[in-house]
């Protein structure tokens, strides 16, 4: 049964109304219609609000580990601070019931980017542009999302891109909270400066030129059919591993736009500060290396 969340098996709804003969359940004045995800302590539903707008809603049980409430306090802090702008959804409603903290944002209509892995006849320049894009504006907002994964992608129909699940996102110019957990991240696309922990035992907070590594990492693996690097292990402490060099983009993509694997390498670099500077000069490479009619010879 999806309304619930937790290991002891209480019920997310804090009020049960009728519908016909079928229990709807509630949280915060909104229907829950169906489960995205749960585990544990921490689930994520569609619902709906009074009008019949739908909306997604993040619960975590109050007596969860510290861990998943403050990633929910991180996504609130964050949405908050983009206010509903460009790539990130609106906030709609937080607060808590007697056993539950949640979130309420605005349902985002389109397909994941691992949907759109799996389409035929996508148009590639479109699609890159317009997740380029929405990560400059993102950026340009003042947060970075720490953990782009296929998943927290989604693309409408006509290519514009959002971002959901800012659980891992950090307000660069706001200092580090104090006892921050660890960003809970997509390993294998992870910018190697991620890797934890330093021999000193911290942990690295995520920044915009690891969104820019994790994007360039998905447009290799929707180009090439694998990942840029090998997969190396995230519980070594202090340097990175060695394979952590991305291979070069090559064959028919290569072949047919000359460009792009130097700017997905640049934005692979292994130093963070031989990425582009800004997302934004990922974008606008990017145009340039993906024309609307590709070069042929």
Wanted: glycine share 8%.
């Amino acid at each position: 049964m999806w309304w619930r969340v937790g290991t002891g098996g209480d019920e997310v709804s804090v009020t049960e109304s009728e519908r016909g003969d079928a229990p709807v359940s509630t949280l915060g004045g909104f229907t829950l219609r169906r489960g995205i995800a749960s585990q544990g302590c921490h689930a994520v539903y569609q619902g709906e609000d009074s009008s019949g707008g739908l909306v997604a809603i993040r619960a975590v049980c109050l007596d969860a580990h510290e861990d998943l409430r403050q990633r929910l306090d991180t996504e609130l802090v964050s949405l908050t601070r983009l206010a509903g702008a460009g790539p990130a959804p609106a906030v709609i409603a937080d607060g808590q019931n007697a056993k539950l903290q949640y979130l309420v944002t605005q349902w985002l209509p389109g397909q994941t980017w691992r949907a759109y892995r799996k389409m035929p006849d996508v148009d590639v320049p479109r699609l890159f542009a317009g997740a380029a894009s929405a990560l400059a504006a993102l950026h340009r907002g003042g947060v970075a999302h720490g953990d782009l994964s296929d998943n927290n992608i989604v693309v409408y129909d006509d290519y514009t891109v959002r971002f959901v699940d800012f659980e891992s996102s950090v307000v660069p110019d706001a200092p580090a909270p104090v006892g921050r957990v660890p960003a809970r991240v997509t390993w294998r696309i992870a910018a190697p400066e991620l890797f934890p922990p330093a021999l000193d035992g911290r942990w690295a907070r995520p920044t915009p030129a690891c969104d820019q590594y994790s994007l360039a990492s998905l447009f290799h693996r929707f180009l090439a059919g694998d990942y840029p690097r090998n997969k190396p292990s995230k519980d070594v402490p202090g340097h990175p591993p060695s394979d952590f060099g991305a291979r070069p983009l090559t064959g028919a993509p290569a072949d047919r736009w000359p460009d792009l694997p130097q700017v997905l390498a640049t934005a692979l670099a292994i130093d963070p500060t031989h990425r582009y500077a800004t997302s934004e000069d990922f974008a606008r490479a990017l145009h340039d290396a993906l024309p609307p009619h590709p070069r042929r010879d």
